[in-house]
């Protein structure tokens, strides 16, 4: 092996390592190395500083970086489980799944499947805090992803039984157990208009936090998280439209599309045209309906 | 010499970093600004906001780019995704150089998003320059390396950092972007004197120089950009451009970011130094000594 690669990944493994509690370099790793020994071999010390402080630098730096990024992707997430256990979760799933992106922008790609695996992170609100940490993900990937050109008014008209109609890249479809879109409507309206310098302000928006999250009741949703002048927004869908958009995503025809929407619908067949017509009307005013 | 053929032949001024908070300002005001960095990976996206912004911002300003994660010094291979969009990202931009960070970052794959120092070895000299190389040949536009701060020293390094510097940017026939707030952080933590360093640098590959502000610590200073420049970096700064010329120099503010006027005004203190060293500033400086000597 190369020196070069060797002294990155050492250094890596120490920089990577959960810091203890009191936010600090861990004398004895969890692999049962000794930092200090491991900082000494290959970090000078200087006459301020030993190894062992020099390469903490970098441990402390590496967690609080993500641990910014992390929290602001996820507050609703943090609402839900309160502080302690965000951070136990935000430390368990870094550790697990380091980042593989080049931008901190992905640091959550892997979280629906990581607290689907480790539902002890969460608990007793195991299915709120999940729904919540999808919503938060299709959040970020509605803001930044790619919007393709609309079809234009013909082709819209041209659209038959066995057309494979594509939809927006940034268009997300969610099925929830929890209304979570409210909840998170609503702590992104209260932080945005509290005194974040107030320890009291705080302590009451963290009470309130507590009260909603205890409050809310499981409600079956449909959203389609989307983009409109380059905002993001959260539509709720009927079961139909969301059984329909999410055939298209896959690729089926129309025709195909609609039997799946409308399979066990309590919709009556009268009413069902101009049930579509409203949702694609609606959906072709949004631009969900792309070349 | 400021216009060279690393940074594309171009003879900018002072620029601030383009930063989320002065968007509005911007867009609104319009402020005469010389020209914008921008961090590359923010706009290495698909889509929404952030490149609607961008473009608004290209249609009136000048920009260039400068990464923070390419980590040419990584023993891993370039990350081609990551290549990819940068490219992608030159063509819109225009950007007459690209920067990025002579350190590393990311090993196995696995990503830190910090910019971690080098060990100064011929190896790393190598590699280096060979990642230097491809990103240039790749994306076909002039690359700068920048100086970074640190906070630890290898004992396998074989040389100085800015011996190191120097052989990486020769090896690889590449640009320097020169933060000299980096080589007075890293001077304090290593105790050596930074002008040492400011002396050494081939001044010839110099496309670019970086200022900001840093935070003293009781035993180490830390690089946090969230300060006004400190007097001990603008004299960095007036021996650096006394011996590049007038280079384009970009004022770094990215965390408890004042308004936008406040940076600006930041920045611009840099143009007392460098009309000092323009050719008619230095003609002039040299007037009354012809004048004496004719007496």
């Known amino acids: ?291 | 010499m400021p216009a060279n053929r690393f940074n594309g032949f171009t003879e900018y001024g002072v620029g601030i970093g383009l930063r989320v908070p002065h968007y509005q300002h911007i867009l609104s005001r319009k402020p005469v600004v010389d020209w914008f960095e921008i961090i590359s990976e923010n706009y290495m996206i698909d889509g929404g906001r952030p490149l609607e912004i961008l473009d608004r911002i290209l249609e009136q300003y000048r920009v260039v780019q400068h990464g923070v994660s390419m980590y040419f010094g990584s023993a891993d291979p370039l990350n081609r995704e990551h290549l990819k969009r940068l490219k992608q990202l030159v063509r819109r931009t225009k950007t007459p150089w690209l920067s990025d960070h002579l350190c590393w970052g990311s090993v196995d794959g696995r990503y830190t998003h910090d910019l971690l120092p080098m060990p100064y070895t011929w190896e790393a000299v190598k590699v280096t320059a060979e990642k230097i190389r491809q990103v240039q040949d790749f994306t076909e536009v002039p690359v700068v390396v920048e100086n970074v701060s640190s906070y630890a020293e290898f004992h396998v390094s074989e040389m100085t950092e800015w011996e190191f510097l120097t052989e990486v940017v020769e090896a690889a026939d590449c640009g320097i972007l020169l933060d000299v707030n980096n080589i007075y952080v890293s001077s304090q933590n290593h105790s050596f004197d930074p002008f040492t360093y400011v002396n050494h640098v081939p001044a010839e590959r110099v496309a670019q120089i970086h200022i900001a502000g840093h935070s003293k610590f009781e035993k180490y200073i830390l690089d946090t950009h969230d300060h006004p420049v400190l007097p001990a970096v603008w004299k960095l700064y007036a021996r650096a451009i006394e011996r590049c010329g007038p280079t384009a120099t970009l004022l770094e503010w990215d965390d408890r970011i004042p308004s936008f006027d406040e940076v600006h005004d930041e920045a611009l203190k840099a143009n007392e130094f460098l009309q000092a060293v323009t050719p008619k500033a230095k003609a002039d400086a040299a007037q009354p000594e012809l004048q004496g000597a004719a007496r």
């Open chain 1, 1 to 291: 092996m190369s020196q070069l690669l060797d002294i990155q990944r050492r250094m890596a493994a120490a920089v990577m390592h959960p810091l203890t509690k009191a936010e600090t370099m861990p004398r004895r790793r969890s692999d049962g190395k000794l930092n200090n020994a491991e900082a000494e071999s290959f970090i000078k010390p200087n006459d301020r500083l030993t190894s062992f402080e020099r390469l903490e630098i970098y441990n402390r730096q590496y967690w609080f970086r993500l641990y910014d990024s992390f929290e602001d992707d996820f507050p609703g997430l943090l609402a839900i489980v309160g502080r302690a256990k965000f951070d136990a979760l935000m430390r368990a799933y870094l550790t697990e799944r380091p980042s593989e992106s080049f931008t901190l922008r992905n640091l959550g790609s892997h979280l629906e499947a990581w607290l689907g695996a480790h539902p002890e992170m969460t608990a007793p609100h195991t299915v709120l805090a999940l729904d919540m940490a999808r919503l938060e993900w299709a959040h970020i990937e509605a803001f930044d992803s790619a919007a393709d050109p609309l079809l234009n008014e013909d082709e819209l008209i041209a659209i038959n039984e066995n057309s494979q109609l594509r939809l927006q890249p940034y268009l997300r479809l969610l099925s929830l157990q929890y209304p979570v879109d409210d909840l998170l409507i609503d702590l992104r309206n209260e932080d945005g208009s509290s005194d974040s310098s107030s320890n009291n302000a705080s302590i009451a928006r963290r009470r309130k936090h507590v009260r909603r999250v205890a409050a809310v009741a499981p409600e079956q949703i449909w959203l389609a998280v989307h983009r409109h002048q380059n905002s993001v927004y959260y539509k709720r869908l009927q079961r139909e439209e969301y059984r329909l958009l999410e055939s298209l995503l896959n690729g089926r025809p129309l025709g195909e599309a609609l039997d799946y929407a409308f399979t066990g619908s309590e919709i009556p067949e009268e009413e069902r045209s101009s049930f579509l017509q409203q949702a694609f009307s609606t959906w072709a005013v949004l631009g969900w309906f792309t070349k």
